[in-house]
């Protein structure tokens, strides 16, 4: 059995920061790419940020340059790092990963989510 457990969102004003964590639990033989997607009322999931076991990154454009994505491997937690944050950050934020469980199963699973709200 694997979980992903969310942790630091918040509200916080225009031009602030956040930084949200990831910790993956469990039966874990490996983990592949961690990463980071939101979803805003009426809106469909949109990838934010996705890093590989080996560092490589890919960012959402929207994101680019405020957003930094980063992981400890040794703790199986992947970071999302925010600054700049702008009211159409607004979203529930999910913790993605594709790993091999202690069967050598390969799964994608998430997180419960965590509320990110920019507002003044």
């Known amino acids: 059995q694997v979980q992903l457990v969310e942790s630091g969102g918040g509200l916080v004003r225009p031009g602030g920061s956040l930084r949200l964590s990831c910790a993956a639990s469990g039966s874990i033989f490996s983990i592949n790419t961690m990463g980071w997607y939101r979803q805003a009322p009426g809106k469909q999931r949109e990838l934010v940020a996705r890093?590989?076991?080996?560092?490589?990154?890919t960012d959402a454009d929207s994101v680019k340059g405020r957003f930094t994505i980063s992981r400890d491997n040794a703790k199986n937690t992947v970071y999302l790092q925010m600054n700049s944050l702008k009211p159409e950050d607004t979203a529930v934020y999910y913790c993605n990963a594709d790993l091999f469980d202690s069967n050598r199963e390969l799964g994608d699973y998430w997180g419960q989510g965590t509320q990110v709200t920019v507002s003044s």
């Open positions: 890093i590989t076991s080996g560092g490589s990154t």
